[in-house]
């Protein structure tokens, strides 16, 4: 195991895609993609059901092949490879833990599938090191004093910790996680979502994530490959994915969005953005008039006597730090989504308002 500290993201790639496609009969799956993963890096795949991010993490494992492209792990192409022989190891959406078996049993089990590579020059019995290295991860993930205990008397999250040591402690070089936190309640997910980050900055192995959670993926990646219909929408860090989505798609499911079809035109040295044939407002964009999409965060907009957008309040949710209201504009467009942070309560349904527009924050696509 690394030692303890911060992850070091390092530019070795260890997973690489090359044009990948995957064909089942006249279905394409996934669609010539195209992405690395670092050593010490955590990658998430997020996207909808459907969208062909399980398939890649099957392609990467070796439990599914190609039918284009390759898949390298180490440099090395995986073509022929099976997946018992990859530098991988997986974590399930569903554990699949022995029930017959103890904590210890179930972490050591790839041990004795696998064996204990490196350890011939090694002095003590293959047991000894064994034990030793079992102990080792199940302190890692906080349960030291469960070895003896079975599953069945362990909570969720517990059982999810053991199916974590379990595939970590044959030390691969990259970990696949296929929606391994999914059959949590919220407040376990979130609390295993922290555990998860500790261990990653733990061993500082590199983690392959795959989920349809905008929220996971954005609480634990240091980047992210948004997907969606078999290709890759986008790869960026948290914050470049939040911030400078570079598709509507991206925008509407990452987090809340207000899209809006909007004509761009040059006004006094700037570029303004005309959304439902009232006055615009103006836009960080470049280049010649067009038709084309906006995207305005609801925390992006500010409410105050005159702004760009007016209308009419029909919904308000009060949620302690911040309200939230759904705004009827007086232009021909869908409702808009404004959070408002603080205390500004005083506007209630059936409201007049003005929405002013944060400077900077819309993206023009």
Do not use: W
């Amino acid at each position: 195991m690394a030692s303890q500290g911060k992850t070091a993201t390092s530019d070795e790639t260890l997973v690489e895609l090359d044009d990948v496609r995957k064909e089942f009969g006249d279905l394409v799956a996934v669609e010539g993609i195209d992405f690395t993963v670092r050593q010490g890096e955590f990658f998430t795949l997020v996207g909808p059901s459907g969208c062909g991010k399980t398939t890649t993490l099957r392609m990467i494992s070796g439990f599914e092949h190609p039918t284009d492209g390759e898949v390298r792990i180490g440099g090395q192409s995986m073509a022929s490879v099976p997946p018992e022989a990859r530098d991988t190891n997986l974590v399930f959406q569903h554990l699949s833990l022995f029930p017959h078996l103890t904590v210890a049993e179930n972490t050591g089990y790839g041990l004795k599938k696998k064996g204990l590579p490196g350890t011939h020059d090694d002095d003590r019995s293959e047991e000894k090191i064994r034990e030793e290295r079992i102990s080792e991860y199940l302190d890692l993930v906080d349960l030291s004093g469960f070895e003896d205990r079975n599953p069945t008397e362990l909570s969720g999250g517990q059982q999810q910790r053991v199916a974590l040591a379990r595939a970590l402690v044959n030390e691969p070089a990259v970990l696949l996680l296929d929606e391994p936190l999914s059959s949590l309640d919220r407040k376990l997910r979130k609390l295993m979502q922290v555990e998860l980050r500790k261990i990653h900055e733990k061993t500082q192995g590199a983690f392959f994530y795959v989920t349809h959670d905008q929220e996971v993926a954005m609480t634990l990646s240091d980047r992210i490959a948004v997907m969606n219909e078999g290709h890759i929408e986008q790869i960026g860090s948290p914050e470049e994915i939040y911030r400078e989505p570079a598709t509507p798609f991206v925008a509407n499911f990452i987090g809340d969005t207000n899209l809006f079809d909007a004509e761009i035109r040059e006004q006094d040295g700037a570029m303004v953005a005309e959304v439902g044939g009232e006055e615009g407002f103006t836009v960080p964009a470049s280049g010649s008039a067009r038709e084309t999409t906006v995207s305005i965060r609801p925390e992006d907009f500010e409410i105050g006597e005159s702004g760009a957008i007016s209308g009419t309040v029909r919904e308000r949710y009060f949620q302690g730090d911040q309200t939230n209201y759904v705004v009827e504009p007086d232009a021909a467009i869908d409702e808009i989504q404004a959070v408002i942070q603080g205390r500004q309560t005083d506007i209630s349904v059936g409201d007049r308002t003005a929405l002013e527009i944060v400077e900077g924050a819309p993206v023009v696509f």
